[in-house]
């Protein structure tokens, strides 16, 4: 038992029969949710389903008791802690020689769901005459077990030391046991909720392969010639593993024959499957313009307002090399300007000798390789401080590159990603990069393999290059996941400094959605390329990795000042996400395009203090020794609530609106940063006169700075209050 690379779409080869039609045969693999106590009714409706779209696979067995449950048990096609009424319905209308059931025709709202009837019928118990030894016509399907990761609700009293995984969960592919993985998943975390509301959890689920008919009127099937397909799947013995379909067709009522021949088989199929279906889509990359535009490296640094700006080093506290994950094209060779980088397997890509003939200073505009985009993501990272070209977010990040083949076919492309999440990562790593873009048709497992990170990795995807305005359950993953508290989506800006807007080329654009969390500069990115080049880099792809390189720090910040109140304790990718969010520049271009705005790095790793500016244009940092308890936002009924200061993380003024932007945690107990962060765009600030004193220090000076309420221009909270 172990986590399959499971390959969910194959394209056979056509039989003689098939060979002139040129239709392909879809092989899907099918997996259960790990409920124990759902088995026995998803099996049942996994049958029903592909019984009522002519899609049953059958073959012939023995009885050995008498009954037709324990021979499918014995049989290893039927799982579960009991029969369900539905499977046997099925079963009967296979043997009707044998069995007889009432037929009751149901009910026309239920024609439609492929789960809710038997072939047109009401699911009913059958009249079974039969007896030991004799034949009988079963489903023809083998199941395998396999342990994976999910996201539960946290049980009563969870802790990881008591926790006890199934008995029969297999985790040797994380090389440690269940009980082990239950507490790499589940570290505890720096002055969050005590009890978790949810937890990362072994579960053990089952799956089988499900082909199906060749269909000439799938719309998918022409899809998939259309995109490309895996090489035929030879059977053991070297050929094409015949598969033998139920003819069901007397055993259908006449309003679901009527119903049925309007539909194709496979597409039914899969829509009424693809909950439990593992992945089938199409791979878009995502960042590579076609004409590199200008720009310069310490631009940059001063629109994401980054230290290396003012070519100030990075403080202390933010030099611990976080572990950075990144999903890329497969690199060969290291380059003159980044870090020694690892692979998953323990395998190292170093940088090349003293002596290597390319030499670090040649500027490419032509790069457009999947290997120089690779590079190119980890140059905007960590690229070394040495002296020899160009300099990342976070020279101290480590990288680990996980291999992203986009020229494998597309669902081999979404398993490899969902294995990888599910297998999990080096302990250090506390970021993943993913710059780039899925649109499955069915259900993936993308959702689930990022959630069970949640406690641990903070996933920071590209919005896109396709232009276009998204909305909440958008098809591009992972980016329209970003409703996991540990997604973060990035859009692309432009490289106006005091009116950005989205990126846009003549042939691109980023995607946008007022959901989609925070911009970065996404317009001619220095970086490196393969062969000890550089190029500019324009796209999506460019500006997630600034965002990812940020969060890195964060990490490092906040873990290094607030870190000392349990041993092994890291800050939630919540935490992270939130702070990116609520410490970005902000400008109307961007109202609707992006939930926050410009990524602030300098504003964002100044964890420990409070920063305000004030509308006289003083800058102060510290401590807050006193502010309001409560503040209103100004009227705008009778049902309008008051903040509570100690939630506020963010208060900023709108000039054109002259109102302020405010951020908050949305809960009434101070402090909880792990309730849901809200934003209201327009604050009107009606409390003045309430005094804030704010400790502030230079050096070993120490002094009180005091001012009034309405004096404030903008506030950013410090990571947690002391």
């Not at 946290?154 to 507490?183: I, L, N």
């Not at 607030?562 to 939630?572: H, M, R, T, V, Y």
């Not at 008051?642 to 506020?648: E, R």
């Amino acid at each position: 038992m172990s986590i399959r690379n499971a390959l969910a779409l194959t394209l056979l080869a056509a039989t003689a029969a098939q060979a002139e039609e040129q239709v392909p045969q879809l092989v899907l693999d099918w997996q259960s949710s790990g409920r124990e106590e759902t088995l026995a009714t998803e099996i049942a409706r996994l049958y029903v389903t592909l019984h009522n779209s002519g899609n049953l696979a059958v073959r012939q067995a023995q009885l050995t008791d008498g009954f037709v449950e324990t021979l499918l048990r014995e049989a290893g096609v039927f799982r579960g802690s009991y029969f369900p009424v539905e499977l046997d319905a099925l079963l009967c209308d296979l043997n009707s020689a044998v069995c007889s059931r009432d037929l009751r025709p149901a009910a026309a709202a239920d024609l439609a769901d492929l789960g809710a009837h038997v072939g047109g019928y009401q699911p009913t118990r059958g009249r079974w005459k039969v007896q030991a030894d004799q034949v009988v016509t079963i489903p023809d399907y083998s199941f395998d077990s396999i342990t994976s990761l999910t996201r539960v609700p946290a049980p009563a009293g969870f802790t990881t030391a008591s926790y006890q995984p199934p008995a029969d969960a297999d985790c040797t592919p994380w090389k440690m046991s269940c009980a082990e993985v239950v507490a790499r998943f589940n570290p505890p975390q720096i002055r969050m909720t005590a009890s978790p509301p949810s937890v990362t959890l072994p579960i053990v689920q089952w799956t089988t392969a499900i082909p199906l008919r060749p269909d000439e009127a799938s719309k998918l099937s022409s899809r998939i010639l259309q995109t490309g397909a895996p090489p035929p799947a030879p059977a053991p013995d070297g050929g094409v593993k015949a598969v033998n379909f139920a003819v069901p067709d007397t055993a259908y009522s006449s309003d679901w024959k009527t119903l049925s021949v309007k539909q194709s088989p496979t597409d039914v199929t899969v829509d009424a499957l693809r909950r439990t279906l593992a992945p089938i889509g199409t791979i878009n990359r995502f960042g590579v313009a076609d004409e590199p535009l200008a720009g310069e490296q310490v631009p940059l640094f001063e629109l994401i307002n980054h230290p290396f700006a003012q070519l100030q080093d990075l403080p202390p506290e933010l030099h611990s090399p976080v572990g950075i994950a990144v999903f890329e094209s497969r690199l060969e060779n290291g380059h003159c300007d980044l870090p020694t980088m690892e692979r998953p397997d323990g395998t190292e890509i170093a940088p090349p000798g003293a002596t290597d003939p390319d030499g670090c200073d040649q500027v490419d505009a032509l790069s457009e390789t999947d290997a120089d985009h690779a590079a190119g993501v980890m140059g905007v990272i960590a690229s070394q401080e040495n002296g020899k070209g160009i300099v990342g977010i976070n020279p101290e990040a480590r990288l680990v590159l996980y291999d992203y083949d986009r020229d494998d076919p597309a669902d081999r492309q979404l398993a490899d990603l969902v294995r990888n999440m599910q297998i999990g990562f080096p302990e250090e790593v506390r970021v993943a990069n993913l710059s780039l873009g899925v649109r499955p048709i069915v259900d993936t497992g993308v959702r689930n393999a990022l959630d069970i990170q949640r406690a641990r990795v903070l996933i920071v995807a590209a919005a896109g290059n396709e232009g276009l305005g998204l909305s909440p359950g958008c098809a591009i993953l992972p980016a329209c996941l970003n409703d996991l508290d540990n997604v973060i989506t990035v859009i692309g800006l432009n490289t106006d400094g005091a009116d950005p807007a989205p990126w846009r080329s003549q042939t691109q654009g980023s995607n946008t959605s007022p959901f989609f969390d925070i911009g970065a500069p996404a317009e001619a990115v220095l970086t490196t390329v393969t062969h000890n080049r550089f190029a500019r880099k324009t796209g999506t792809s460019f500006a997630a990795p600034q965002v990812a390189a940020a969060a890195s720090l964060v990490f490092s910040a906040g873990e290094t000042v607030f870190g000392d109140n349990a041993e092994g304790a890291q800050l939630s990718p919540k935490a992270v996400k939130d702070r990116l969010i609520y410490t970005a520049d902000f400008f109307p271009s961007l109202n609707g395009k992006v939930r926050s705005g410009r990524l602030n790095i300098g504003r964002a790793i100044a964890v420990a203090d409070a920063q305000f500016t004030l509308f006289d244009g003083r800058s102060i940092v510290g401590q807050v020794l006193d502010a309001p308890v409560q503040f209103a936002c100004g009227p705008r009924g009778p049902s309008r609530t008051f903040p509570t200061w100690a939630n506020v993380r963010r208060l900023v003024f709108n000039q054109v609106r002259r109102q302020h932007i405010l951020y908050f945690h949305d809960t009434q107990e101070q402090g909880n940063r792990d309730a849901s962060l809200k934003r209201d765009p327009g604050c009107l600030v009606a409390t003045d006169s309430a005094p804030v004193k704010v400790l502030t220090r230079d050096g070993s000076e120490s002094r009180v700075e005091e001012f009034t309420f309405a004096d404030i221009r903008d506030y950013t909270s410090p990571l947690f209050d002391e």
